[in-house]
C-alpha cells in the first residue's frame, strides 16, 4: 500500500430513508490505488454509496471501512479523502482562486507549491482567466470546474467525485477526463467517480460497478462488462448504440428467430428446448447484399446513418422487429433488401426469465 492511496471495503452495506430502502446489501472492495466507476441510471443509489464512503451519510447497516479501520472510528484529517460535489459546494465570498488555494493553506502547502499547483490547473481546466472572480459571476459549467480543480489539488489518499463533468461542454468536458485520468496515473490516488454516462465509465474505470435499485449488478473490467455482461441489464446499459435483442426459441441445436435458423450452438451446453434472449452488438451484426447461408436472415433497410468513420443501419426483419447494425464494408440505400448473420463468438444467450446471460462465468 502507499502513502498516497488507502484501501475502501463496504461490508453488507444497507441505506434506508425513512422506510424506503435504497442500498440492498451491498458489499465492494477497492483496492488502493485503484479507479473505480459507479455507474448506472439516476435513482440507482451510487450517489448515496459514495457519500457513505465520504462519511457524510451513515449505513443504516453495515460497514464502511478505510484501510480496514471503520470510517466512523477514523479521523479524517484533510489528507485522506477529497470530493468533488454535483453541486459544486463553493465558498461564495472567496473568488476562484482562494477557492482552490484555501485546503492547500490550511494543510500548510507551501506557498510556491500552493501558487504552481494551481496555476497548472487553472490552465488545464480554462480557469486562469477567471481567478479573481466570485463563483457569483461564473457559469454552471465554471463552477463546476473549480469544483473540480479543488479537489484535483488536494491530493488525498481517496478523490471521491460525483458525477464531476456533467455540466461541462463537451471539448472541455474530454480535456477535463483526460487530465483526471492523468492525475491518477501520477499520483496513483484510490479514486471512486461517479456517473451515469457509461462512454465516461468506459474510458476512466479501471473496473467499473455497474448498479441498479440499490444492488451491484456487476464489477469488472470495461473489457469483460462490454463482451461478457452478467445479466441483459448490464448488457443494455453498456454500449452505443444499444445491444440488439431478440426473442429467439432453441431446439435441435439451433436458435430460431421468427421460425428461421439463426445462429447454430457448438458450446458444450445443457440449454433446453424453450424460449431465450439473444443479444447481439450492432458491430457484431453481419450485413450483405446476398444471402450467404442457410442462416441468413432477410431484412429491410429502414434507416441510413452515415457518420463518417462508420455507418449505422436500422433493419426490419419479416416479423416487423428492428435491429441496428454498425458497419464500414456495405453501402445501402433506404428500403435496400439484405442478408443478416450473427455469430456464435460475439452473440450472448440470456434466460428469458431470470435475464442471466447463461454462459456468464462467476470465476
Not at 448506472?40 to 460497514?63: N, Q, W
Not at 468533488?84 to 482562486?97: E, G, H, I, K
Not at 463552477?143 to 456533467?166: C, H
Request: with cysteine.
Amino acid at each position: 500500500m502507499s502513502d498516497n492511496n488507502a484501501t475502501i471495503e463496504l461490508k453488507n452495506i444497507t441505506k434506508k430513508f425513512k422506510n424506503t430502502k435504497v442500498i440492498d446489501q451491498l458489499n465492494l472492495e477497492i483496492t488502493a490505488g485503484e479507479f473505480l466507476v459507479l455507474l448506472g441510471p439516476s435513482g440507482c443509489g451510487k450517489s448515496t454509496t459514495l457519500r457513505m464512503i465520504a462519511g457524510l451519510e451513515s449505513a443504516s447497516d453495515g460497514e464502511v471501512l478505510i484501510d480496514g479501520e471503520d470510517l466512523n472510528k477514523k479521523a479524517n484529517d484533510g489528507h485522506t479523502i477529497a470530493m468533488v460535489f454535483q453541486d459544486y459546494a463553493l465558498y461564495p465570498n472567496m473568488t476562484v482562486y482562494q477557492n482552490l488555494e484555501y485546503a492547500l493553506k490550511v494543510h500548510k502547502v507551501a506557498k510556491d507549491e500552493r501558487h504552481r499547483r494551481l496555476e497548472s490547473i487553472l490552465k488545464t481546466l480554462n480557469l486562469s482567466d477567471y481567478k479573481d472572480r466570485l463563483p457569483s459571476e461564473l457559469s454552471g459549467g465554471q463552477k463546476q470546474r473549480v469544483a473540480l480543480g479543488r479537489g484535483m489539488a488536494k491530493k488525498s489518499k481517496i478523490f471521491l467525485l460525483d458525477e464531476p463533468l456533467s455540466n461541462i461542454d463537451v471539448q472541455l468536458r474530454e480535456k477535463a477526463r483526460d487530465e483526471i485520468q492523468n492525475l491518477h496515473d501520477k499520483n496513483k490516488q484510490t479514486i471512486v467517480y461517479v456517473t451515469h454516462d457509461q462512454l465516461e465509465a468506459m474510458a476512466l474505470g479501471d473496473r467499473i460497478a455497474v448498479m441498479n435499485d440499490g444492488i451491484i449488478q456487476m464489477v469488472d473490467t470495461p473489457e469483460n462488462i462490454y463482451k461478457n455482461p452478467t445479466n441483459l441489464f448490464v448488457a443494455k446499459f453498456i454500449g452505443t448504440p444499444q445491444i440488439n435483442v431478440l426473442p429467439v426459441i432453441y431446439r435441435d441445436g439451433y436458435l430460431w428467430v421468427s421460425d428461421q435458423k439463426s445462429l447454430q450452438i457448438s458450446r458444450a451446453t445443457n440449454l433446453e428446448v424453450k424460449d431465450y434472449l439473444l443479444g447481439v452488438r450492432p458491430e457484431h451484426v453481419t450485413v450483405s447484399k446476398d444471402s450467404k447461408s442457410e442462416l441468413s436472415i432477410e431484412a429491410k433497410v429502414i434507416k441510413v446513418v452515415d457518420y463518417g468513420r462508420f455507418t449505422q443501419l436500422t433493419l426490419g426483419l419479416n416479423d416487423s422487429r428492428t435491429i441496428k447494425s454498425v458497419t464500414k464494408d456495405i453501402s445501402c440505400n433506404v428500403d435496400d433488401v439484405v442478408y443478416v448473420e450473427f455469430k456464435e463468438q460475439t452473440s450472448i444467450i440470456f434466460d428469458k426469465d431470470s435475464q442471466k446471460n447463461i454462459y456468464w462465468d462467476r470465476i
